[in-house]
């Protein structure tokens, strides 16, 4: 049997070429049976940018843009940012709205790289789970910024990185809306589109295996705020393995020091010539 997996990632136009790093990957990684359609949700993306990514598009991945100008504007002034976040960062809220053909979509920042087929993940029973996702590897310092700021157990708080969303659960009831409520009530949260998925989704999210979500920032953790049990367990066999390669925080494969991990960029990213690999 053929899978359709609907994937969908979110870009400015700055931020491009990590997306079709990502992509590339996604397509190298491809099984021969299964589909890919993969969207990428964006407003004001110029039409030569968009094409240099379309044209990566082949038998069985179909690539397109949606511009959701008109979706986003009438809040756009109220998504506030921080750090190196961009608003794009919320557009992840509005996947059940654009994308009424699916019940199940699967999410994916940009700054990933795959080393697998993604049907697996796809097809996933949700169950009446909002959304799945992995577990956020949590430092003694987030572990207590959780428990203060949002009053959960960083047990039950998920990376929002990579995501497999029930948009029609999303859908019925009304979930992006409730998401920007909770946001125009909480204006200094640190990290504000995860941190409000995880409030509105509580009690409702289906935990995934870690492997599927491996944050690799923690490669660089302070002396001083290194990762302690569970976490470090959690981190230690995802990253043994990983099924998805999430280069989470500023620190990233093309301003970091060299190391293994960043191969899984580089394999792509130098052929695609966005990137310039400096030893």
């Given amino acids: 049997m053929r899978y359709v997996v609907p994937i969908v990632m979110a870009s400015d136009e700055g931020y ?25 949700l964006c407003t004001g993306v ?27 504007t009438p809040c756009f002034a109220k998504l506030y940012t921080r750090a190196y976040f961009t608003k794009e960062m919320y557009f992840r809220w509005w996947i059940g709205e654009l994308f009424p053909e699916y019940d199940k979509v699967l999410y ?26 992995v577990i956020d590897f949590a430092t003694p310092a987030v572990v207590c910024r959780i428990a203060k700021q949002l009053h959960l157990q960083a047990e039950e708080y998920i990376n929002s990185g990579v ?49 599927w979500n491996v944050q690799w920032h923690h490669l660089w953790d302070r002396q001083d705020n290194q990762l302690e049990e569970p976490f470090l367990s959690m981190f230690s066999f995802s990253i043994s393995a990983p099924k998805i390669l999430h280069f989470s925080s500023q620190i990233k494969p093309w301003n970091s020091p060299p190391n293994p991990y960043s191969n899984y960029f580089w ?11 400096k030893e």
């Avoid at 598009?57 to 690539?63: A, G, H, K, R, Y």
């Avoid at 394999?267 to 690999?277: D, I, N, R, V």
């Fill in 16 to 40: 491009l070429p990590c997306a079709a790093v990502a992509i590339r990957s996604l397509i190298d990684t491809k099984k021969h049976d299964s589909i890919y359609h993969i969207y990428i």
């Fill in 46 to 72: 110029s039409e030569l940018a968009r094409r240099a990514i379309e044209d990566m598009s082949q038998q069985d991945v179909m690539i397109s843009f949606r511009d959701i100008s008109a979706w986003i």
């Fill in 108 to 133: 994916l920042d940009c700054d990933i790289v795959a080393t697998c087929d993604l049907s697996a993940l796809y097809q996933t029973n949700l169950g009446g789970a909002a959304v799945g996702g």
């Fill in 163 to 211: 995501l497999l969303i029930n948009t029609a659960v999303w859908r019925a009831e009304h979930l992006k809306d409730t998401c920007l409520a909770y946001l125009n009530r909480h204006e200094k949260l640190i990290c504000p589109d995860q941190d409000v998925l995880n409030m509105v989704c509580r009690k409702r999210i289906l935990y995934l295996n870690g492997r």
């Fill in 267 to 277: 394999q792509y990213a130098e052929p695609l010539g966005y990137y310039s690999k």
